[in-house]
């Protein structure tokens, strides 16, 4: 069956590091890659889109990577903040049919 | 533009009561989705429409969910009856199409409480 993996521990970095988050899947191709953050009782908000044949996207202080061989996702935030400190989801699109599939999400703490 | 808008934002009933959730899409989005949250099984997609038609409906858990849109502005998830376990946060999202641009704009969630 079609599973998403992402870290279930929660991440934990000093401020000004790097964060490194993974998506893991099998037994899917899909077309899109996307991530989204969601912040405590609030609706995910939308981030980075990525597409299959796109290796890399970056935006800001973002940046995703896709590699279709792996069936695996990483983004990383450069230079984080405290700011960043919310749940992190990444989402499958399956083919065109607007239709995504979501991970558990990944709790990041960025401590001061 | 104002968002996805859901109503009520917090929701307590007692089991075997019916239960509406209502949803305002973006306007000129051709999607809409359900989706309901909890620890146990994260964010899961209930049903989805395009241009006020049900296109999925897998994810809606038994008989006792239904959903309707009747026009592009509006949508409703109906439990009845309710019961316990399906307490949950419920958040409806929109998207403006599919051909190379699948963002979804998700509105603040209802937070359903069964007792």
């Known amino acids: 069956s079609q599973k998403i993996e992402q870290n279930s521990e929660a991440l934990n970095i000093q401020e000004g590091k790097t964060a490194t988050l993974t998506c893991n899947y099998t037994n899917y191709s899909p077309a899109y890659l996307q991530w989204y953050r969601q912040d405590p009782g609030r609706g995910p908000v939308f981030l980075l889109l990525?597409?299959?044949?796109?290796k890399e996207k970056r935006k800001e202080r973002l940046k995703v990577t896709f590699d279709t061989t792996l069936k695996q996702s990483l983004f990383h935030i450069t230079a984080s903040q405290p700011a960043d400190s919310a749940t992190y989801l990444c989402a499958l699109d399956l083919g065109n049919t607007g239709k995504l599939i979501f991970g558990q999400g990944t709790t990041l703490q960025v401590k001061p | 533009d104002a968002g996805v808008i859901q109503s009520p934002r917090h929701e307590v009933t007692e089991m075997g009561q019916e239960v509406t959730l209502r949803c305002k899409p973006i306007s000129g989005h051709d999607y809409l989705f359900w989706y309901r949250q909890t620890m146990m099984r994260g964010l899961e997609l209930l049903i989805y429409f395009n241009n006020n038609v049900p296109i999925d409906d897998s994810g809606m858990p038994e008989d006792r969910f239904s959903a309707k849109m009747p026009n592009a502005s509006f949508s409703t998830l109906k439990i009845q009856p309710s019961e316990p376990r399906d307490s949950a946060v419920y958040f409806c999202?929109?998207?403006?199409?599919?051909?190379?641009?699948?963002?979804?704009?998700f509105g603040p969630g209802t937070r359903l409480t069964v007792l």
């Open positions: 999202a929109s998207s403006p199409g599919t051909e190379l641009y699948n963002e979804q704009f």
């Open positions: 990525i597409r299959e044949n796109e």
